[in-house]
């Protein structure tokens, strides 16, 4: 049977919280805003952090062992996602629970 641990329960609230911090700043604050914040490169990144955390969260819960492998996928977006916020700024808390699932992640998937 598979456990949770308490490094993969931590994990799995990361993740769900970049999900909902990427997605809920899509949605709202992106939108609002516009010009660089709905640049199609910047949107869709954001959209697929968010999806990748979602997935990851999932994976996790399930107890499949593949999770190594989406966590090593949902820190290298998550990242990628957290330095494009940076760039364009006004993104702080979607800066940082990118940078803190991201780290998360890394951790699972060694």
């Known amino acids: 049977m598979h456990r949770v641990?308490?490094?993969?329960?931590?994990?799995?609230?990361?993740?769900l919280r970049c999900y909902q911090t990427c997605l809920s700043t899509a949605m709202g604050h992106c939108l609002e805003i516009g010009d660089q914040h709905t640049e199609?490169?910047?949107?869709?990144?954001?959209m697929a952090c968010a999806e990748i955390c979602r997935t990851s969260a999932h994976v996790m819960l399930i107890g499949s062992e593949l999770h190594k492998r989406t966590c090593r996928l949902c820190a290298e977006i998550c990242a990628q996602c957290a330095a494009d916020c940076e760039?364009?700024?006004?993104?702080?808390?979607?800066?940082?629970?990118?940078?803190h699932?991201?780290?998360?992640?890394?951790?699972?998937?060694?």
């Open 101 to 110: 699932c991201a780290e998360s992640c890394q951790k699972m998937a060694a």
């Open 87 to 99: 760039r364009i700024g006004e993104m702080k808390d979607c800066v940082d629970a990118c940078r």
């Open 5 to 15: 641990n308490a490094e993969m329960k931590s994990c799995i609230e990361e993740c």
């Open 40 to 46: 199609p490169k910047h949107f869709s990144l954001i």
